[in-house]
């Protein structure tokens, strides 16, 4: 079945609304230029109300070593997800399963990627946008990711409750990431677009098992 994340949370009632309708994860921004940002005093309150068998994932963009400890000094992390620039050194450094997000284009040598990311748990491919570091709501050619990629895919970029079942009847991730397309606005996410988007991946799943 595939994993579904729901990224950018910033409010309780849309931590419940995504609990209650079955997502495997959460995604909390640490990142002061996104929307989505969360103050550390934000998460800890956001992951008190996590319920059992929901991931907390935390979202970093070329943070400092120092950042990402006083993140995971504070609030309770299960993967932790580097947006940036970051070499895989980095990312493997704090004791934490992670995935790398990879900004899809022409070019960009996913095969490559994932033998550079190999200590990750996973790629997480978004669109490539120049000037943003994701949750644009732009999507890319899915015909751009190989077949058979030695990691598991967390697929991003431009999902919602309208393409996500030709996404996952293409591409087959391991999982799915949506941000933008369940929102009313950015950093608010709308209770009905969550329950729709998971009911579509869960119809597409029962079709393709």
Request: net charge negative; with cysteine.
């Amino acid at each position: 079945m595939t994993r579904i994340k729901i990224c950018g949370i910033t409010r309780e009632q849309d931590l419940h609304a995504v609990a209650s309708c079955g997502a495997d994860a959460i995604g909390l921004v640490f990142y002061a230029k996104s929307p989505r940002h969360v103050s550390l005093q934000q998460a800890v309150r956001l992951v008190s109300q996590v319920p059992p068998f929901v991931s907390v994932v935390g979202l970093f963009v070329n943070p400092t070593v120092d950042e990402v400890r006083e993140v995971l000094a504070n609030v309770a992390l299960d993967v932790l997800q580097f947006h940036g620039d970051e070499p895989s050194v980095f990312c493997a450094q704090f004791g934490k399963p992670y995935l790398k997000a990879i900004r899809v284009k022409a070019g960009v040598d996913l095969v490559e990627c994932a033998a550079e990311f190999s200590s990750a748990q996973g790629l997480l491919l978004d669109a490539f946008v120049e000037g943003t570091q994701g949750g644009t709501g732009e999507s890319f050619d899915w015909a751009l990711i190989p077949q058979n990629l030695a990691l598991p895919v967390i697929l991003s970029g431009g999902l919602h409750a309208g393409n996500v079942a030709a996404a996952i009847k293409q591409v087959r991730p391991y999982a799915v990431d949506v941000s933008s397309g369940v929102e009313i606005a950015k950093g608010i996410k709308d209770a009905a677009k969550i329950a729709a988007f998971i009911q579509e991946v869960k119809q597409i799943d029962i079709q393709l098992s």
